[in-house]
């Protein structure tokens, strides 16, 4: 599966993941009354665990890490990176921008997916050196 294939079948799934991810945030924030960042912080676990799971069910065929509990803990790592990204973004779009945590969630969603697919690929779900793939 080439990358353009990967990018495209990571969509939807990140689709998903991000209205899990939303729906988490927004249940929390206006349901709950909690502060933005922390509703954020656990929407964000709860998209990255299903993005996980259908990544590699779905989107990827070549994994470089034989050891799943080690491929995840990547993953996260790689999440935890997106985090910081979506975390900056949203403050950006609601502290210095003004604009609605909803607003901010979806510039951050986007920066976040092509830094999250980008190292996944890269570092999880290309073919190991040496491996034949013809």
Do not use: C
Request: glycine share 12%; net charge positive; charged share 15%.
């Amino acid at each position: 599966m080439g990358i353009r294939r990967e990018f495209l079948g990571a969509l939807p799934v990140s689709a998903l993941a991000l209205a899990l991810d939303v729906g988490v945030l927004y249940a929390l924030a206006s349901g709950l009354h909690w502060h933005y960042q922390v509703a954020a912080a656990m929407g964000f676990v709860a998209g990255l665990a299903l993005n996980y799971a259908l990544s590699v069910r779905f989107v990827f065929r070549h994994r470089r890490v034989a050891a799943r509990t080690r491929e995840f803990a990547f993953f996260a790592a790689i999440g935890l990176g997106g985090l910081f990204i979506n975390a900056a973004l949203l403050a950006l779009t609601v502290e210095a921008l003004g604009q609605h945590y909803l607003t901010g969630k979806a510039v951050a969603a986007g920066g976040t997916f092509l830094f999250n697919f980008s190292l996944r690929r890269w570092l999880l779900f290309t073919p190991r050196p040496g491996d034949f793939h013809g």
